[in-house]
């Protein structure tokens, strides 16, 4: 829990270090006023060095009054995370001018994977050229006007993505091997008085309820689709505000 401070500090064991190894945690307190803290001057360190010493725990206690700590020695854990926020604030303001110009390599990171997350972000969807080629797309495709054009392009986002690919261009281009069905085995449920007839009703039957499979996907699809427009509100990023 303590590695990214560690790191920061230059510390030479950040992801080994152990806070409940008595010596390792004394000798790290040590090492942390030594070279970061620096609260008390040299000559008064002798008890916080002496790691050895029954009466260290004291001498920490004291040591944690002094640099204002808010949490007692029994509070190990929370008492180090709050001496490294402070050695880390110290370490930035001795080098402010060293670091005041760097830019976090992963908010770097974080800002390209927000443009890539959401590519339309950058738009200007009140350009009148904008406005007409998301009408003309929505035309071709046969998509259902919106008044916002962006939400029209979202809908044409997505059945691009699920209908115009390659891979679904050439799934929709397979071939269908039917499957051979007994027809004495589907019970029809009247009958005609003429064999032929009830063989026939029986495969019109299993037709329909073949096609009726094929509306029910489809109609599932278009609730996901629907669900993913009106799922993702809409971002002011002028305002700082989400929601619609």
Same mark, same amino acid.
């Given at each position: 829990m303590f590695r990214r401070k560690l790191t920061a500090l230059d510390y030479h064991n950040p992801a080994g270090f152990n806070c409940k190894d008595e010596t390792e945690f004394r000798n790290f307190i040590v090492w942390l006023e030594d070279q970061k803290i620096g609260h008390y001057k040299i000559e008064d360190r002798g008890n916080l060095r002496n790691i050895h010493s029954s009466d260290w725990p004291k001498f920490f206690e004291k040591y944690l009054r002094d640099v204002n700590c808010p949490f007692k020695i029994q509070d190990r854990q929370e008492a180090i995370d709050w001496l490294l926020g402070l050695a880390v604030r110290l370490e930035y303001g001795d080098n402010a001018e060293k670091?005041?110009?760097?830019?976090?390599?992963?908010?770097?990171?974080?800002?390209?994977?927000?443009?890539? /997350?959401?590519?339309?972000?950058?738009?200007? =969807?009140?350009?009148?050229?904008?406005?007409?080629?998301?009408?003309?797309?929505?035309?071709?495709?046969?998509?259902?006007?919106?008044?916002?054009?962006?939400?029209?392009?979202?809908?044409?986002?997505?059945? =691009?993505?699920?209908?115009?690919?390659?891979?679904?261009?050439?799934? /929709?281009?397979?071939?269908?091997?039917?499957?051979?069905? /007994?027809?004495?085995?589907?019970?029809?449920?009247?009958?005609?008085?003429?064999? =032929?007839?009830?063989?026939? /009703?029986?495969?019109?039957?299993?037709l329909h309820i073949e096609e009726l499979r094929e509306l029910q996907t489809k109609i599932n699809e278009a609730i996901v689709a629907v669900q993913a427009i009106i799922a993702d509100p809409k971002t002011d990023h002028r305002l700082g505000k989400v929601g619609r």
């Open positions: 670091y005041k110009d760097l830019v976090p390599d992963n908010s770097k990171t974080a800002d390209n994977a927000t443009k890539n /997350a959401e590519p339309l972000i950058n738009l200007d =969807v009140n350009n009148p050229d904008f406005k007409a080629g998301v009408m003309a797309l929505a035309n071709l495709l046969q998509i259902q006007r919106h008044d916002d054009y962006l939400v029209m392009l979202k809908a044409i986002r997505i059945l =691009v993505q699920e209908r115009l690919t390659q891979d679904a261009v050439a799934k /929709a281009n397979q071939t269908k091997e039917g499957l051979p069905v /007994a027809l004495d085995k589907h019970i029809l449920g009247f009958d005609t008085g003429d064999a =032929v007839l009830n063989e026939a /009703a029986q495969i019109l039957r299993l």
